[in-house]
């Protein structure tokens, strides 16, 4: 079998995973090639791979590295506002995509890549790796196994540290926003959990006592509307203590007719008519080897679908902060 | 001294915690009387008094027992569409009401309350007992002491078992709906720890899974937007399994520029620049001691102020959730 040959455009965000991926994985995947300016952090690219023991041509042209490469997947993790225009470059191509959130920082260009996926066919990934957590893993199954009936009302958090964020972060044309960067996290977590379409969203931020961060969102709230009335909410922030342990607080508590399951801490909660106990994580295959998997025809918790909705919902919740209104989905 | 003289109209709600402040409290407070509908749970009410070796005059007429007994203190806790029917009686007397949450069904009937109290200037409290919880009071005092900074975001949960409810549950005339039953707990929580005038509110709710209770909604979701940006959020339900061993999940989480604090089990934890930790909770006086206090002119957690707004505010929640709309408040 021939190895999978995999380019990596930048490392903006967590291509550092798939690297680790191909490091122990070399009998069945490589690293053909990389890209990108220098801008999206090529550096910290160089030394992961160097760490790694991993070598690769540098391309500065895309296209010339697709033309010479011919890789079988395309990582896209450079500055955030690129994400669309090298997503849609790979896929115009036929090369399968396995992208940084958010795919794209406005509606227009997901339809873009949207549009771009479609006529190609091919697999489209966001970077969604919390589906993939062993916790948030767990959690879907056991919810799956109808542990808790039918699920009625989620509540996902995302709060990370703030610290100090590069210039990129700092205005809403590279940044995006905190909702489709931070809150994005939640919201794909949430709609996993509760797998039905979104109805409408209400959204509010503010960028109030953000350290110098120019346009960067601090807090906020969100309300989807799903199908079948099941009412989610997501809140986030960058408020997290710089003496927090852990990076990050994810959590999302799924309320069902039958019980309550609740992950918090990377532990696993339930509350049902069994009583109430902590659930071990399953082991997960993480995200970078279901990706591989997905790639050859396996089921997967991540879909093309699933990468667009969250996408477009992290957007519209942008959108309804932005302006004060429910947007409609 | 005279012996505060307290009448107590119905017991649907917590008004048992007046009989057994009573009941330690002999020397300085009494059962004047008590009055009511036999559908005001009188049977349920004659049990707490007697349990409480409390022995008082019954009134079927409210005005004979206000103008016979001339109470210090009335207390409403009959059927909650009575309640500001029986509250602006009472203020309309002179007489201080400790009345249950919420004070009105409609926001017409508060508009009346609030007059009425205007009027008289006495003392209106609505029973929002959490404020007094001891994990609840510890809270407020640390972040009025500063130990995370400025509040940005508030979250509040409120999760009852939903049992099975007597028919005034199961119509909104009677009930009132689940956002001014049981969220107003957590919205008043939040906005205790927030401690700034809402602008706007959004709601979602659902009845659906409501097992055969007619009305009554089983969840949903609000956001509250506040002054200066803060964040507020809350999620409701009667979904909590009947074998969980406390009734209600009450929680809040605030984070700040400085840090988050937490209440969960009725445990608070901080995390700030001093690290993470548990604190341990301070004795409380409790709500009904903090009212008897307030009537002799000490400050408290709650006021006249602090109950019309957050029975106003779960209101207009709940006028949102109906409506599919914003309000602005």
């Known amino acids: 079998m021939n190895k999978l040959k995999v380019c990596i455009v930048g490392s903006c965000g967590h291509s550092g995973s798939v690297i680790s991926g191909i490091a122990e994985n070399r009998d069945s995947q490589s690293l053909a090639a990389y890209s990108g300016d220098e801008e999206d952090r090529l550096e910290g690219l160089r030394g992961k791979l160097s760490d790694a023991g991993l070598e690769a041509p540098y391309y500065q042209d895309l296209e010339a590295m697709f033309d010479s490469v011919k890789p079988d997947i395309c990582v896209v993790d450079n500055l955030f506002h690129k994400h669309a225009k090298t997503a849609i470059a790979a896929l115009s191509r036929g090369i399968p995509v396995y992208c940084e959130k958010p795919l794209a920082l406005d509606l227009a260009s997901l339809e873009e890549v949207k549009a771009a996926q479609a006529k190609s066919g091919v697999l489209l990934w966001a970077m969604q790796a919390a589906r993939y957590y062993p916790w948030f893993y767990t959690a879907y199954k056991l919810i799956k196994r109808g542990v808790i009936g039918e699920v009625r009302l989620v509540n996902g958090q995302k709060s990370y540290r703030l610290g100090k964020r590069p210039s990129h972060y700092h205005k809403r044309e590279t940044y995006g926003g905190t909702i489709p960067w931070v809150a994005i996290h939640a919201i794909d977590t949430v709609l996993m959990m509760a797998d039905k379409p979104v109805l409408s969203v209400y959204a509010i931020q503010s960028r109030l006592q953000n350290r110098d961060h120019g346009e960067l969102e601090m807090s906020g709230q969100i309300i989807m509307q799903l199908k079948d009335e099941v009412c989610t909410g997501v809140n986030f922030d960058f408020l997290r203590p710089s003496t927090a342990i852990i ?36 082991e997960s295959p993480g995200i970078w080897g279901a990706f591989v998997e997905a790639y050859s025809g396996k089921d997967a918790l991540i879909s093309t679908e699933s990468s667009i909705n969250s996408t477009r919902i992290a957007l519209l919740a942008r959108e309804s902060a932005d302006r004060g209104t429910i947007v409609y989905a």
């Open 247 to 282: 990076h990050g607080d994810d959590r999302v508590r799924v309320a069902g007719t039958e019980g309550v399951l609740e992950v918090r801490d990377n532990r696993i909660f339930l509350i049902n008519s069994d009583g109430e106990a902590e659930i071990p994580a399953e």
